[in-house]
């Protein structure tokens, strides 16, 4: 019995014990609650424009900055639209890692991701930046917040003073103008109806405007004009810096009217964003004396005999009868020589089991380009790639050069009015070949020279 009422009061004394403690630490629990509920992340967005904000004017390039700030870090990248919705603008999104930065505000350290952009005002008057939708951003220590866009930003932009009159307006702190021709203005120049005139104009710049402007080539009176599209290179000394663009305009002039023959001159107005002045780059353009179409003497010609007079008086007739008789001869050897000649060819030509001779072949691919004859230049090109071993027929047909010069003798071959396109000559062909040539006898020198695979 003495055991009995010895253990209650030891149980009473622990359940008292337990009231006591969780009594205690009760008001020691209760601000956890509302520290939790303040130490909850918190994220925003702003816009920060670098530079100034009022007096813009078309054409000048500003940085816009969208940042992203959270009160704790980061869990992952914020994925940053590529470009902004603009009214009279154009945005580009700066290449690069977005930056990071840290602020103490209210007690409180904030992290930010800082993403810029590249603005350009194309028209004057008011112009608004967006964000267009919400961001999502992952901050550490709390769930996933989608953060509505903020305000857009609105900008007034003007004309500058003493370019209302440029149209397209193109402002740039660089821009020449170069240009070169084919074939060169030299005194000794000659040019006569259906030659070609090639004409390349480059455009090197660091402006930022959509609009810029296409040379006017012409038309010139006189010419047919044809105008390609224009290459664009595109070079940056780093991620925030312009663009400095080299583009290159190419138009190619048909001679189709003897006398003279003005092309005209090229001229682009543009505002010194530097100087804060109107420029103008100007390229000369160039006077033509074109004369009628004539055959040329062809510069591997043998020197023709000049026919000698025949004197009235029959003496003189009776002294130059042997001169006739041997010039008789000599013309009848020609006309045989001829015959036999074509003959020889017309063999080359026709088809045989066995191979041609190389140094045959080579030769007649030589005549061919020389005396500008199309159709014999490119069997005997077929003829000598058959020739070649497999490898090396590959190699010589993957050459650029080679390829150019194949599909400007067939763009003139097959024309639609082959009087027009002007007659042939073979020496961008003939240079590619014998390019190509002393490339190969240098590969087949190297190898006779190198040592043979010793094996063990």
């Known amino acids: 019995m003495s055991r009995c009422r010895t253990s209650t009061p030891l149980r009473l004394q622990r359940r008292r014990l337990l009231t006591l403690l969780a009594a205690g630490l009760s008001p020691l629990a209760l601000p956890a609650l509302p520290a939790r509920a303040q130490a909850a992340p918190a994220a925003r967005l702003r816009w920060r424009l670098e530079g100034r904000s009022q007096g813009l004017e078309v054409g000048e390039v500003l940085m816009l900055s969208l940042e992203v700030w959270v009160s704790s870090w980061f869990q992952a990248p914020v994925e940053f639209p590529t470009t902004l919705a603009a009214e009279g603008a154009l945005v580009e999104l700066v290449g690069g890692s977005p930056e990071s930065r840290f602020e103490e505000l209210g007690g409180r350290r904030w992290t930010g991701l800082i993403r810029r952009y590249r603005l350009l005002p194309v028209q004057p008057g008011e112009i608004r930046v967006s964000l267009g939708e919400p961001l999502l951003v992952h901050p550490g220590g709390g769930q996933p917040q989608r953060l509505p866009p903020p305000a857009p930003l ?51 710049t660091d402006s930022s405007s959509p609009l810029l402007p296409t040379p006017d080539f012409g038309p010139a009176t006189g010419t047919r004009l044809h105008v390609q599209a ?40 543009w505002w010194d964003l530097q100087a804060r002045r109107r420029r103008v780059s100007r390229l000369e353009g160039r006077v033509l004396a074109v004369r009628a179409a004539q055959e040329r003497a ?21 002294a130059l009868m042997p001169a006739l008789g041997l010039a008789a001869l000599l013309a009848a050897a020609t006309a045989a020589a001829l015959v036999w000649r074509r003959h020889r060819q017309r063999q080359d030509l026709a088809p045989t089991h066995a191979p041609p001779d190389p140094s045959r072949l080579w030769r007649r691919l030589r ?20 020739g070649l071993p497999p490898a090396e027929a590959a190699l010589w047909r993957q050459n650029a050069a080679l390829a150019q010069a194949l599909e400007q ?9 082959p009087s027009e396109a002007g007659p042939w000559r073979g020496q961008a062909l003939w240079q590619a070949l014998s390019a190509l040539r002393h490339d190969a006898e240098r590969r087949a020198r190297a190898a006779q020279a190198a040592l043979p695979t010793l094996h063990p």
């Open 298 to 318: 062809d510069p591997f010609a043998l020197p023709s005999a000049e026919p000698a007079s025949v004197p009235e008086s029959g003496a003189g007739a009776n």
């Open 409 to 417: 003798l067939e763009r003139l071959r097959f024309a639609a009015h």
């Open 367 to 386: 005549r061919a380009c020389r005396l500008g004859l199309a159709d014999e230049a490119e069997t005997s090109l077929a003829a000598w790639l058959q």
């Open 230 to 269: 224009a290459s664009v290179q595109e070079q940056r000394a780093h991620a925030a810096a312009n663009a400095l663009l080299t583009l290159r305009h190419e138009g190619v002039y048909t001679l189709e009217q003897a006398g003279r023959i003005e092309l005209p001159a090229v001229e682009l107005v």
């Open 154 to 204: 609105t900008l007034q932009v003007r004309v500058p003073a003493g370019a209302e009159d440029i149209q397209p307006f193109v402002a740039a702190r660089r821009l020449e103008l170069r240009q070169r021709w084919w074939p060169e203005d030299t005194p000794a120049q000659d040019l006569q109806v259906g030659d070609l005139l090639r004409r390349e104009i480059v455009l090197l």
